[in-house]
């Protein structure tokens, strides 16, 4: 490919050495090349080349540590859903108050009942109630919420399973 050409996003097919790839750094994203190459049977300038490729493709995001929110201080999550006008302007204005608000960890746009689902994380009961406060000023108090509050998480995965899903498999 020519010098300072970015490649198309659609133009890289995966193979099931890329997906396995994927999954181990979306396991760990802190990972060696060296342990990435070993669990693969790759040199390491093949998975860096292969790195290299997913993440031009736009397969590869970002590398992120998951946080334990309860030793920071934020023990308390919050999945609010919420109502609003579905003008795009509006829609703007929410996304754009919500993106700064620093206890707002993921905004969804969604279908059905609610236009929105808001994953918030919080000190204690008080310091939700001013979020949700804050979350209704954002959609300049045209927006309706119903909050449901994390009791306990069973277990967590980092995704779906790359390889199962791209090969077909039915899991039950």
Known sequence: MPKGRRPSRRAHILDELDLRLLALLRDDARASLVALG???GLGTATVHERMRRLQAHGYLAGFHARLDYARLGLGLSAYVMLQTQQVAAARATLDENLRRMPEVEELAWVTGEFDAVVRVRARD???????????????????????????????WKPGPDLTALALGERVE
């Open 125 to 155: 009961t008080a310091h939700l109630q001013d979020v949700l406060f804050r979350i209704a000023d954002a959609g300049q108090r045209q927006v309706r919420a119903r909050t449901l509050v994390v009791l306990s998480h069973p277990f």
């Open 38 to 40: 070993r669990a693969l």
